[in-house]
């Protein structure tokens, strides 16, 4: 019986101790998102889209990163009230990276 209201405390504990985190995680998505892709120079191998990944992930503000080593571009949604598009090229140009912004909004 006690390993049962154990259990039972512990799994009310562990749903309240995740409620705020899933309420962060709306928040987060309800803040003002805005999508850039970006022209990269200098890419000359398969690595150089990790490099330019880790390089974009760094910067506050950045939520997600799809380097596409094809085209040359880089994908990236990120919180307009954190960071902007002078912020994401300075950060690849600093990587050794330079870019140039292909569309300054998503659709
Ligand atoms: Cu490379």
């Given at each position: 019986?006690i390993?049962?209201?154990?259990l039972?405390?512990?799994?009310?504990?562990?749903?309240?101790?995740?409620?705020?985190?899933?309420?962060?995680?709306?928040?987060?998505?309800?803040?003002i998102?805005?999508?850039?892709?970006?022209?990269?120079?200098?890419?000359?191998?398969?690595?150089?889209?990790?490099?330019?990944?880790?390089?974009?992930?760094?910067?506050?503000?950045?939520?997600?990163?799809?380097?596409?080593?094809?085209?040359?571009?880089?994908?990236?949604?990120?919180?307009?009230?954190?960071?902007?598009?002078?912020?994401?090229i300075?950060?690849t140009?600093?990587?050794g990276?330079?870019?140039?912004?292909?569309?300054?909004?998503?659709?």
């Amino acid at each position: 019986m006690i390993l049962k209201y154990t259990l039972l405390l512990i799994s009310l504990l562990t749903t309240t101790l995740w409620m705020p985190e899933v309420y962060a995680e709306i928040t987060e998505v309800q803040s003002i998102q805005q999508t850039v892709t970006l022209k990269l120079d200098n890419m000359t191998c398969a690595m150089c889209t990790v490099t330019i990944k880790k390089a974009l992930q760094q910067v506050e503000g950045v939520q997600k990163v799809i380097v596409n080593y094809d085209t040359k571009t880089a994908f990236i949604i990120f919180d307009d009230q954190k960071t902007n598009s002078a912020v994401l090229i300075k950060a690849t140009t600093d990587a050794g990276y330079p870019s140039s912004l292909i569309t300054p909004n998503s659709r």
